[in-house]
């Protein structure tokens, strides 16, 4: 393999282990300083700091003019590390994406050229106006972390994320993303409409200059490797981790869902739980964080029947009943 994005840092085992209060610190501090640029949202904000905590992948879907593109860019100027901006659209080629190689006269060979996927956070704009198979060449680089192109795999630097907006499937112009897509964000959130106090203070701070200008780096890319990291070791015991099976599972054999969660959703909504766990000051995850991870990891991943869809039920109201129903284990941690 080859690595395009920079010279890799040695292990990040040679440096002192990160504790729990350095990853809420952090943590806070992303939190702070992107509130200052998207108002009255800290929901949508920590579930996006839970998403890059847990090295997922995020997607911001709701209709235009509400932030979705101000959320990403945020996110990502809090951390000093390389940043791209893609717009999706239809005549976006896959080669835009993942680079091409090119002949060069000089040196009588080919030479790669990077795609916008080289960056450590990549912002997907609009992602569904971009054709299917544009769309598709995300699919090797959100779950291998690597770009094959013309025979020949490049790695990409960690941290590596994904955060794409996209407007509802019903606006003009727009492609439904394939399932294996969706599957590759561990997370969906919407924006929604700002209060009407948040929307006055957006008035007030937007119209002295955009907040973004001001907004400094916090930390950095081998800062939130190594958090990551930490997070990763967090305990989940078998109960906890039989609690997530048995949910993801029973989402398979209902006959509300036309189409269940898979197995990788099992394996994220156990590390988004791991990060809020992170963020909550605690060593091991309880059966609380996940149940409050269920609408974002799984809500997207899932397909109503066809029954639930004529009586116009939220995917997240179906969800919520089936961990209702669902037997909660009594001891989240074993000794």
């Known amino acids: 393999m080859h690595s395009f994005a920079g010279e890799r840092p040695g292990p990040s085992s040679q440096l002192p282990p990160i504790g729990l209060d350095e990853v ?19 929901e949508v904000i920590r579930t996006a700091v839970i998403v890059l905590l847990a090295q997922g992948h995020l997607l911001i879907e709701d209709v235009p003019g509400v932030g979705k593109t101000m959320l990403a860019k945020a996110l990502s100027r809090s951390i000093d590390c390389r940043m791209r901006r893609v717009q999706f659209t239809p005549d976006l080629l896959p080669s835009d994406i993942t680079g091409v190689s090119v002949f060069n006269q000089d040196s009588h060979g080919f030479e790669f050229r990077r795609g916008a996927i080289f960056a450590n956070i990549v912002v997907g704009d609009e992602i ?9 060449a995300l699919l090797e680089c959100m779950q291998e972390s690597q770009v094959t192109v013309d025979g020949t795999t490049y790695e990409l630097d960690q941290p590596f994320m994904v955060m794409a907006t996209q407007n509802p499937i019903e606006m003009e112009g727009t492609f439904p993303l394939p399932e294996a897509q969706r599957d590759r964000f561990m997370a969906r959130i919407s924006m929604g409409y700002p209060t009407p106090r948040s929307e006055i203070a957006m008035l007030e701070t937007h119209g002295q200059g955009h907040p973004l200008d001001d907004l400094q780096p916090v930390t950095d890319a081998a800062t939130i490797r190594r958090l990551a990291e930490r997070v990763s070791t967090l305990y989940a015991s078998p109960a906890l981790r039989q609690y997530i099976v048995d949910l993801v599972t029973t989402t398979r054999s209902s006959p509300a869902l036309r189409l269940g969660a898979s197995p990788r959703a099992a394996l994220q909504l156990l590390r988004a739980s791991q990060a809020l766990a992170a963020l909550e000051g605690r060593d091991h995850v309880i059966p609380e964080d996940v149940q409050q991870l269920v609408g974002p990891v799984l809500a997207h991943r899932v397909i109503l029947s066809s029954d639930v869809q004529h009586l116009h039920r939220r995917t997240e109201d179906v969800l919520g009943e089936l961990v209702a129903h669902l037997r909660v284990p009594t001891a989240s941690r074993s000794q």
């Open 24 to 42: 809420r610190e952090v943590a806070a501090a992303i939190h702070q300083g992107v509130s200052c640029v998207i108002e009255g949202k800290p």
């Open 128 to 136: 569904n106006r971009a054709s299917p198979k544009t769309q598709s």
